[in-house]
Nanobody, 116 residues
Framework: QVQLVESGGGLEQPGGSLRLSCAAS????????ISWYRQAPGKEREFVAS????????YYVDSVKGRFTISRDNAKNTAYLQMHGLKPEDTAVYSC?????????WGNGTLVTVSS
């Protein structure tokens, strides 16, 4: 079955960096785009970034452009979200998303807390 497992979250100071990972299984990873979303406490889930199946195209929400980089390693069935210049407003649970077989799949998420 399709599984997505996020890791790499934690507590970081403003201005710091973290790299999130999304390990995928149960489908042909290299055939599908992968997206990262986040949900801050008390807020709706929002799109953060996505990457095409080959990695040739990437998209970002305006609030993270220039600070976050999405990437993937199809040989490892893993997607990444490198985050620099973290701000308190980046605090959220970050989840990855994929849509194989016409169905939406989510991981359980990893918590990122940005605080001094």
């Amino acid at each position: 079955q399709v599984q997505l497992v996020e890791s790499g979250g934690g507590l970081e100071q403003p201005g710091g960096s973290l790299r999130l990972s999304c390990a995928a299984s149960g489908f042909t990873f290299s055939h599908y785009a992968i997206s990262w979303y986040r949900q801050a406490p008390g807020k709706e889930r929002e799109f953060v970034a996505s990457i095409s199946n080959t990695g040739g195209f990437t998209y970002y929400v305006d609030s993270v452009k220039g600070r976050f980089t999405i990437s993937r390693d199809n040989a490892k069935n893993t997607a990444y979200l490198q985050m620099h210049g973290l701000k308190p407003e980046d605090t959220a649970v970050y989840s990855c998303n994929v849509n194989p077989y016409g169905k939406n799949y989510w991981g359980n998420g990893t918590l990122v807390t940005v605080s001094s």
